[in-house]
Nanobody
């Protein structure tokens, strides 16, 4: 089992920044892919960003490209999401997820492909 705990959410004004963290504990896998998803009220959970184990491969949703950066520190078993130039439409609960497979071997945009999920952290962007 892998336990994921997100932190770093909060209330921020439009144009501001937040950094989310996702700390993993328990069993870890040398090839796992880390990702962030988000879910706004009344909407489906959507892909935000994904990162390979080594950190060399990343992928982003078009809506966050150029504003968000995903990274990881394997020594700390932590995945981060730096969010800049935040917009009101970024308001959502943000979830960390882990897939035990390498990023190139599955559809990383699909929620069903992930094996472990965190409990979520709320991000609210005011206009």
């Amino acid at each position: 089992q892998v336990q994921l705990v997100e932190s770093g959410g909060g209330l921020v004004q439009a144009g501001g920044s937040l950094r989310l963290s996702c700390a993993a504990s328990g069993r870890t896998f040398s090839t796992y892919t880390g990702a962030w998803f988000r879910q706004a009220p009344g909407k489906e959970r959507e892909f935000v960003a994904a990162i390979s184990w080594g950190g060399s491969n990343t992928a982003y949703a078009d809506s966050v490209k150029g504003r968000f950066t995903i990274s990881r520190d394997n020594a700390k078993n932590t995945v981060y999401l730096q969010m800049n130039s935040l917009r009101p439409e970024d308001t959502a609960a943000y979830y960390c997820a882990v897939c035990i497979y390498a990023i190139g071997s599955f559809n990383y945009q699909r929620t069903t492909q992930y094996h472990y999920w965190g409990q979520g952290t709320q991000v609210t962007v005011s206009s």
